[in-house]
């Protein structure tokens, strides 16, 4: 696990379009997930950031989302692979 959260702080273009409170709701969302050993990406943050901002409807995000998680699942049957 990252030994700080501190997301706004790793990437800070991705929240400087935010309102206070969307900014807070977008780091509540990862947090407990973090906490838990999950390894947050930049582009986790900024699919979310660009849903929260209106970049994106639910549509591409959910888009997105299933992308991600589907090269996760690809690299980790190699990985496997491998061993």
Same mark, same amino acid.
């Given at each position: $696990?990252? +030994?700080?959260?501190? *997301?706004?702080? /790793?990437? #800070? +273009?991705?929240?400087? #379009?935010?309102? =206070?409170?969307? @900014? @807070?709701?977008?780091?509540?969302?990862?947090? =407990?997930?973090?906490?838990?050993?999950?390894?947050?990406? !930049?582009?986790? &943050?900024?699919?979310?950031?660009?849903? &929260? !901002?209106?970049? *994106?409807?639910?549509?591409?995000?959910?888009? /997105?989302? =299933?992308?991600?998680? +589907? /090269?996760?699942?690809? $690299?980790?049957?190699?990985?496997a692979s491998q061993e």
């Open positions: $696990m990252d +030994e700080a959260f501190a *997301i706004q702080e /790793r990437w #800070p +273009e991705l929240f400087a #379009p935010l309102s =206070t409170v969307d @900014q @807070q709701a977008v780091a509540s969302a990862f947090a =407990t997930r973090w906490q838990e050993g999950w390894t947050l990406s !930049r582009e986790d &943050v900024e699919n979310l950031t660009d849903y &929260v !901002r209106g970049a *994106i409807d639910k549509d591409e995000y959910d888009r /997105r989302a =299933t992308a991600a998680a +589907e /090269r996760v699942r690809v $690299m980790d049957l190699w990985l």
